[in-house]
């Protein structure tokens, strides 16, 4: 079975993944952008019982990150884990992205990916939640009930606070 490892750029944090991704992809959003400081995330989703860390994580929402190094890591739940990908220790790393997220937020210099999927917003409202929780807009409260195919965290489900942008999304 593939084994891949990871860790921050301190190596407080380590992490390992089993098996195949249940998908991988890049999200252009503004949350992505401002969590990374970089003009994108590359992420891969596993099954949480495929995901293990070591070393104590920090996390803001549900995005987590090395509280001394300031490295961003992972998300999880009970369900389903988010690595972020440029974490692995090889490089390149030995995945297909399948999808592109917020294609709108892409920088104009940077083309869509062969064979990537591609999606302007969220690949629908019910990924809206969950760990782009700024993207969502007053609508998308109807699809509480579904699950999600990102990251719900428990915490947030019944949340009305949660900051918004004006413009409805970043
Ligand atoms: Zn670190
Ligand atoms: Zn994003």
């Given at each position: 079975?593939?084994?891949?490892?990871?860790s921050?750029?301190?190596?407080?944090?380590?992490?390992?993944?089993?098996?195949?991704?249940?998908?991988?992809?890049?999200?252009?959003?503004?949350?992505?952008?401002?969590?990374?400081?970089?003009?994108?995330t590359?992420?891969?989703?596993?099954?949480?019982?495929?995901?293990?860390?070591?070393?104590?994580?920090?996390?803001?929402?549900?995005?987590?990150?090395?509280?001394?190094?300031?490295?961003?890591?992972?998300?999880?739940?009970?369900?389903?884990?988010?690595?972020?990908?440029?974490?692995?220790?090889?490089?390149?790393?030995?995945?297909?992205?399948?999808?592109?997220?917020?294609?709108?937020?892409r920088?104009?210099?940077?083309?869509?990916?062969?064979?990537?999927?591609?999606?302007?917003?969220?690949?629908?409202?019910?990924?809206?939640?969950?760990?782009?929780?700024?993207?969502?807009?007053?609508?998308?409260?109807?699809?509480?009930?579904?699950?999600?195919?990102?990251?719900?965290?428990?915490?947030?489900?019944?949340?009305?606070?949660?900051?918004?942008?004006?413009?409805?999304?970043?």
């Amino acid at each position: 079975m593939t084994l891949l490892t990871g860790s921050c750029l301190c190596g407080q944090v380590r992490i390992t993944v089993r098996g195949a991704p249940v998908r991988v992809g890049i999200c252009h959003c503004t949350d992505c952008r401002q969590e990374s400081g970089s003009a994108f995330t590359f992420f891969g989703i596993w099954p949480a019982r495929q995901f293990e860390h070591t070393g104590e994580a920090a996390s803001f929402s549900v995005r987590s990150f090395c509280p001394h190094c300031g490295g961003r890591v992972f998300s999880v739940d009970t369900h389903e884990a988010e690595v972020k990908l440029g974490i692995l220790s090889d490089a390149p790393s030995p995945l297909t992205l399948s999808y592109e997220l917020w294609i709108k937020r892409r920088e104009p210099w940077l083309r869509p990916i062969d064979g990537a999927e591609q999606y302007d917003e969220d690949r629908s409202l019910r990924s809206a939640r969950s760990i782009h929780p700024r993207n969502r807009t007053r609508s998308d409260n109807i699809t509480d009930i579904l699950p999600s195919p990102r990251l719900r965290p428990p915490s947030q489900r019944l949340s009305t606070s949660r900051p918004k942008r004006a413009s409805g999304g970043p």
